[in-house]
């Protein structure tokens, strides 16, 4: 008795220890280690409209019942076939491994891993080989087992495993190698699929097409072995392996339709980007159709965003298409233009054309001529910069930017002097289009979305959308359809015969407008029930030259455009009021008034007509300004219109 106590005792001593030892090793590694769920790959499921993938992204999420059978029976066939028996690891492979890496010399020279294992390695470790991650791994693969059923295991690794050129799970491999989705793969595909997990960057189709044939060969013979597939099933699929040809698709992937889609599900949802990425199903608003066309016709200097009058983002493309900030040009004049019309003023009334200079800045017409007057309709649709700066200033800066602010709620870099007139605001296409759409709706102003459901990928919807109204345009003199159709009526002349004339497609109605600064161009059309904003980077460019032809391309290849148009119909007379103020006689540069009738750039006849509309006061103040440039000049110009008596008649 003494003697078997003297055994075991010591024994059973040695067993305590080696057990607490365990426990702590597992703590240690275990402890406060966090949800397998939150490490896996990024997996949302990004969808066009109709339901069809929008793109291929690195890892697609598969709940565990669209995962064929056959393919989870091959799997575990070639991988572990103990998978629903262990608890985690297999106690002969790690002694086998112990074995050869005793007889090699070598500590990392084989590993004996389960799935689990080889999750855990994925999900929590780094590649490096070593006896403490191995450790590691193993403590980790026992924790998870107590943690997650068998099947969430499954599922997870399903997803997850690596399998080369930057790919994380069967399902978004099987459509790279193959072209098509796991359930649509033969045995033979899901064999060479399934031998790509041994060494994923070297058995791969596209990096060694033998070696990925040798490894499907492999794989049905794991197959076999373990009653899966029968020997007829396998010889048919080695033949159908040796005659598999592979072909690299280009897929799709734009990160800026990516973090726009990424930027709205937060915000609706305020879930994080890993809860999204992990088993949801975000189905955006983008026609694919159109889509398509967009990524062909939209090059890499320019960025374009289509909407219907919902709001719904039918097309996104390009750097900064929904964030950035480049200067509208001309793109901007329609929202002072709207306002004029809408505090009564018609676009027969008159505005002068004439040289000016406010401080520093001379702006100047695109063609460097001036015409002396312009009626408020011929400025818009040729898009005059004097004219309309004239008409900005009459209206005032304090009364048209907090129009644009707070009606559009258009977001941006407002400069806080004149130059706004000529489209200095800087901002987005997706922003601008939030006063164009208003167009379209008659004067409702939606906020653009380019989401259209969010789906949980286990069932249930957590967000539908509802076009949200942030603003209207209000009534003024004028009511605001009215003024709404009016300038509707301009912009149909601006793309039909105007600026935008290169946008015009025959037997459709649409507005259009152009927009050109020093280092991009605009063009911005649609009708009642379509917008879309074009925008092209670079110099020397042209709305109307260099952006106008490309939204047309768009939208003739697309088809859906309807081109209808309620509006109201220009016709412009030169007999409105003259728009004008006090404040505007300090703004004429007399001395190139004078030189500019003498070389013909600027018009002698529109010249004295537009001095014909001003009041007895403010003709005089002008002629004995620019008296002081030249008295011959002026007592010409009263000669002409017969003598200053006349004028005071």
Not at 36 to 43: D, I, K, Q, R, V
Not at 400 to 411: A, M, Q, S, Y
Not at 509 to 535: L, Q
Not at 555 to 560: I, Y
Request: with cysteine; hydrophobic share 40%.
């Amino acid at each position: 008795m003494k003697k078997f106590l003297f055994f075991i005792i010591p024994f059973l001593i040695g067993v305590l220890l080696f057990m607490l030892i365990g426990f702590y090793v597992f703590y240690y590694y275990t402890e406060d280690l966090p949800d397998p769920e939150t490490l896996l790959p990024a997996s949302a499921r990004i969808l066009y409209s109709n339901g069809d993938p929008l793109y291929l992204s690195k890892s697609l999420w598969m709940n565990l019942d669209e995962v064929p059978k056959i393919f989870i029976r091959m799997l575990l066939a070639s991988e572990d076939r103990g998978f629903y028996k262990h608890a985690g690891l297999r106690i002969k492979g790690i002694i086998r491994a112990i074995w050869v890496n005793f007889v090699t010399r070598n500590p990392t020279a084989q590993g004996g891993s389960t799935m689990t294992q080889q999750l855990v390695r994925t999900l929590y470790l780094s590649p490096r080989k070593t006896i403490e991650r191995k450790i590691k791994e193993m403590m980790i693969a026992l924790w998870l087992e107590r943690h997650r059923s068998k099947d969430e295991i499954l599922e997870m690794y399903i997803n997850s495993v690596y399998l080369g050129n930057g790919l994380y799970g069967f399902g978004v491999a099987s459509i790279y190698y193959f072209g098509k989705p796991l359930k649509d793969l033969d045995v033979a595909q899901m064999a060479v699929l399934i031998g790509i997990v041994k060494s994923p960057e070297n058995f791969n189709p596209f990096a060694s097409e033998k070696m990925a044939k040798i490894k499907g060969k492999v794989v049905l013979k794991a197959a076999f072995d373990a009653g899966v597939l029968d020997r007829s099933e396998v010889e048919k699929a080695k033949v159908e392996i040796d005659n598999m040809t592979f072909k690299k698709e280009k897929y799709f992937f734009d990160e800026e339709v990516f973090w726009r889609v990424v930027r709205e599900a937060q915000e609706v949802t305020g879930l994080s980007l890993q809860e999204l990425r992990s088993g949801y199903e975000i189905v955006t608003t983008l026609d694919e159709k159109l889509q398509n066309i967009v990524e062909k016709e939209i090059k890499e200097d320019m960025a374009c965003v289509a909407v219907d009058k919902s709001g719904k983002i039918l097309a996104f493309k390009g750097k900064e298409a929904s964030v950035g900030r480049r200067q509208l040009g001309s793109a901007i004049k329609p929202m002072y233009y709207l306002y004029a019309f809408l505090n009564g003023y018609s676009p027969s009334d008159v505005v002068p054309d004439l040289p000016i200079k406010i401080g520093d800045w001379e702006p100047n017409n695109f063609t460097k001529r001036f015409r002396g007057y312009s009626t408020l309709g011929y400025a818009l649709v040729w898009s005059r910069n004097v004219p309309s700066v004239m008409l900005f200033s009459h209206l005032g800066y304090n009364n048209v930017v907090p129009f644009i602010k707070n009606v559009f709620k258009i977001e941006g870099h407002y400069p806080e002097d004149m130059t706004i007139a000529l489209g200095t605001l800087e901002t987005s296409p997706e922003e601008i289009l939030k006063f164009y759409i208003s167009l379209s709706t008659g004067g409702i102003v939606v906020k653009p979305t380019i989401i259209k459901e969010i789906r949980r990928i286990s069932g249930g919807t957590i967000y539908k959308f509802i076009p949200e109204i942030i603003g209207k345009v209000p009534d003024g003199k004028v009511s605001s359809f009215d003024a709404i159709k009016t300038l509707k009526g301009v912009l149909r002349e601006t793309a039909r015969g105007g600026t935008g004339r290169k946008a015009w497609i025959k037997e459709k109605e649409m507005f259009g407008k152009t927009g050109t600064v020093d280092s991009n161009a605009w063009f911005i059309g649609g009708d009642d029930e379509f917008v879309m904003a074009i925008v092209k980077d670079g110099k020397n460019l042209m709305g109307g030259e260099d952006v106008a032809p490309v939204w047309k391309r768009i939208v003739q290849q697309w088809g859906g455009f309807k081109g209808k148009l309620t509006y109201k119909k220009m016709v412009i007379k030169d007999d409105g009021d003259l728009i004008f103020d006090d404040r505007m006689l300090r703004y004429f540069n007399y001395d190139k008034i004078l030189e500019g009738v003498k070389s013909g750039r600027v018009s002698y006849r529109g010249l004295l007509y537009f001095l014909s509309k001003l009041k007895n006061s403010q003709r005089e103040i002008f002629l004995g300004n620019l008296d002081l440039v030249s008295r011959d000049f002026v007592k010409m110009l009263r000669k002409e219109i017969g003598g200053n008596e006349e004028w005071k008649k």
